[in-house]
């Protein structure tokens, strides 16, 4: 079974970078999609990015585009998320989510996606003056 773990949040600034990690253990062979989330207080959780297997990628968020981009480390089972120019509104709890046996990232995604099987905790980013 895929497990995954997010790391890397924390409080920053204004105009500051942050750059989340997801680490996957487990079953970690076959084809999955990993898409970072976020979930800011009092509203609906938000898929920003995806990646495949592949290394293709699809945003899914336009208020991070130009901000963030997703990447992975196959040889280290991990999938980040490197967000720079970080606004107050980018706070929020950010999770990453694995939907396994997909081959390619979706087209759209909904907040809280049933497709997606497994969910890390969530790490949270504050972004403070």
């Known amino acids: 079974q895929l497990q995954l773990a997010e790391s890397g949040g924390g409080l920053v600034q204004p105009g500051e970078s942050l750059r989340l990690s997801c680490v996957l253990s487990g079953s970690t062979w076959g084809n999955y999609v990993i898409t970072w989330f976020r979930q800011a207080p009092g509203k609906d959780p938000e898929g920003l990015l995806c990646i495949s297997s592949a290394g293709g990628t699809t945003l899914y968020a336009d208020s991070v585009k130009g901000r963030f981009t997703i990447s992975r480390d196959n040889a280290k089972n991990t999938v980040y998320l490197q967000m720079t120019s970080l606004k107050p509104e980018d706070t929020a709890v950010y999770y990453c989510?694995?939907?396994?046996?997909?081959?390619?990232?979706?087209?759209?995604?909904?907040?809280?996606?049933?497709?997606?099987?497994?969910w890390g905790q969530g790490t949270q980013v504050t972004v403070s003056s």
């Open positions: 989510a694995a939907d396994f046996g997909t081959i390619k990232c979706h087209t759209v995604v909904a907040g809280k996606d049933p497709r997606y099987e497994t």
